[in-house]
């Protein structure tokens, strides 16, 4: 498999050692949202101020009970959860965007059809409109393709309207493809790949030169991760940036940041899947590592640490100390061992230099983590998701808030 220069991706030297730090405690873990009896299935949330009231809320993807959902906050500290869209099968994805710039804050939808790996055709893309009010109407674009793992919303060809990408993991048969807003609700499809496996799709500029361009992760036996770059008219030239000769890695999502704040975005990485197996089995060479951007589209692989099962790498400063550590969760880690931990930290010690140090091994199971500052104290909080397709079940969470106390702060 090519790979991109320099890149070292291989089964067994993708493990790295990295100095291990005590274990402080700095987080208050709180359940928000709506209560479960069932074991949850969330995929996916995003941490957005979705009504514009200066109180962070989260959207939920809810895989379990097919819809998608507002956890609102108000009045501070008070949070309470509305569905908003219903009969969404297996949502995998949901972004917050003004899609018809009618000024008020959309949702787009990318709608498996089905958790587990299908080649059947029952993907969708759905567009929950917003009235202006928070009531909401369910148009279908796109349905009967592959399922789709994730959907982007920017104006990719330039004419002021907002097209989209999307990822269709699919099994034997996914594509990555953006659709050219024609008007009027109709939309034209432009295939950008024909492989299996598609996670993600970032719609960035990512060569500065004023247009969006498109990257795309590719998991399955690929492993790879491709930019699409603009003409700035929709016309797209793949590039690969970077492939693992491990056909089983596990590649389980990216992030685009600039994590060593030179201004340019660079890609955070992590490789933790495990729905190849039954029951599913995390692998040693799972991990998280970061692709330096230095420019040209060339990128820099940097192998941060091992983590069985990883998935949602964020950056964030919490202990206010100017540079960005990171945060991440493990999905498929080796839960009979009661060490295993399900949440993570990275503290950067200067210099693209980390410690690791553990947060908790409870709850099990976490699959999507973002942050933000929930209680305006100007300390980064975390919102975690939880997914229990398999036991053991005797530690699991919904939704979670983790409320920074401030403990790292140095003293005054």
Not at 57 to 63: E, F, H, L, P, Y
Not at 250 to 276: E, T
Request: net charge negative; charged share 25%.
């Amino acid at each position: 498999m090519v790979k991109s220069e320099g890149s070292d991706s291989g089964q067994n030297s993708a493990s790295s050692t990295i100095a291990e730090g005590e274990q402080i405690d700095f987080l208050l873990r709180s359940h928000i949202g709506n209560e479960y009896a069932e074991k949850p299935m969330i995929s996916h949330v995003v941490v957005d101020d979705f009504d514009e009231d200066g109180l962070l809320d989260v959207i939920v993807c809810d895989a379990k009970d097919n819809f998608v959902s507002w956890i609102r906050q108000y009045p501070e500290n008070v949070y309470t959860e509305t569905i908003l869209g219903t009969d969404l099968i297996a949502p995998a994805h949901v972004q917050v965007k003004d899609f018809d710039l009618d000024g008020d804050k959309d949702l787009l939808v990318a709608v498996l059809g089905l958790l587990y790996p299908s080649n059947d055709k029952i993907g969708s893309i759905v567009f929950l409109e917003n009235d202006g009010n928070f009531n909401f109407t369910s148009k279908v674009i796109i349905e009967r393709i592959a399922r789709v793992s994730d959907v982007r919303a920017g104006d990719l060809d330039g004419d002021g309207d907002m097209d989209l990408a999307a990822a269709q993991f699919g099994y034997d048969d996914g594509e990555t493809r953006w659709m050219e807003n024609l008007g009027n609700g109709q939309f034209k499809t432009h295939m950008l790949q024909n492989l299996s496996g598609p996670i993600n799709v970032e719609i960035v500029d990512i060569d500065e030169d004023g247009d969006l361009d498109i990257i795309s992760l590719v998991s399955q036996e690929w492993e790879e991760i491709y930019a699409y770059i603009n003409d700035g008219t929709g016309i797209f030239q793949m590039k690969l940036l970077w492939g693992s000769d491990n056909e089983d890695f596990g590649s389980s999502g990216i992030f685009l940041y600039d994590l060593n704040l030179d201004g340019k975005l660079d890609i955070l990485y992590a490789n933790g899947d495990a729905f190849d197996y039954i029951p599913p089995q995390g692998k040693p060479w799972h991990g998280l590592q970061w692709f330096e951007n230095k420019g040209n589209l060339d990128f820099e692989y940097h192998r941060i640490c091992d983590l069985v099962g990883a998935y949602g790498l964020r950056p964030a400063d919490v202990d206010q100390d100017g540079d960005l550590d990171l945060f991440a969760v493990s999905a498929f880690n080796l839960w009979e061992n009661l060490e295993a931990q399900s949440f993570i930290w990275l503290e950067n010690v200067g210099n693209m230099e980390y410690v690791k140090r553990n947060i908790t091994n409870d709850p099990t199971h976490l699959i999507v983590l973002e942050p933000g500052d929930f209680n305006k104290d100007g300390l980064m909080d975390f919102v975690t998701g939880g997914m229990y397709p398999y036991p053991p079940f005797d530690r699991m969470s919904r939704v979670s808030l983790w409320i920074n106390d401030g403990t790292l702060l140095p003293e005054k």
